[in-house]
C-alpha cells in the first residue's frame, strides 16, 4: 500500500519516526539548556530582556514544553497535542524574538524556529507513524470503529 506521496506506507513509517526523532532531539536540547545551563530563574530573567511577556510564567513552559514535549515526541505520544503544544512555544519565539529581515539563525533570524515549527505541525496533523506509542495504544481503536461504521451502513442499506 502507498502513501499520497508515493512512498510505500512502511517507508513513510520509517521517515516519520526519523523526523520525530530529529525533532524531539532538538527541542530536548534546548528545553535542557534552559533547565540545566541558563536554569529557569536565568531563562526568565533572559526572556524579560527580550520582551517575553509574562517571563515568569513563559520561561518554565517554554523550558517544560521543550523538555517533556520532546521526549513525548520522540516517543510518538500524545502527538496532534504535543505538536500542536510545540508549535506554539516556537511560533511565539518566532513572533516575539526572532522576526527579522534576515532568516539565518546566526544573525537571530527565523530560519530554525520557523523549521522546527512546520514539522512539528506536520507530524501533528500527519500522525506519528506506525511506530509510535499512539499507534500502539489507539490502533486498535480505529480500526474496531471502522467495522462498526461498516456494519451500521450494510444495516442501514438493508433496512
Known sequence: MYATTGFPTIARDIITAIARI???????AHGWQKFNEWTIAGTTDSFSQM????????A??????????????????LTP??????????IGAL?????????FVDQGGWELVAALAAGTLL???AGPGRFSIDCFLFAG???KGRKRAAGARS???DA
Open 22 to 28: 530529529t525533532l524531539g532531539a532538538i527541542f530536548i
Open 51 to 58: 520582551g517575553v511577556p509574562l517571563p515568569d510564567i513563559a
Open 60 to 77: 518554565p513552559f517554554a523550558t517544560f514544553v521543550e523538555l517533556i514535549g520532546g521526549a513525548l515526541l520522540i516517543l510518538g505520544a
Open 81 to 90: 497535542i504535543v505538536g500542536i503544544l510545540l508549535a506554539a512555544n516556537v
Open 95 to 103: 513572533v516575539i524574538v526572532h522576526l527579522t529581515p534576515t532568516p
Open 123 to 125: 507530524i501533528a496533523a
Open 141 to 143: 481503536k480505529k480500526g
Open 155 to 157: 444495516v442501514a442499506v
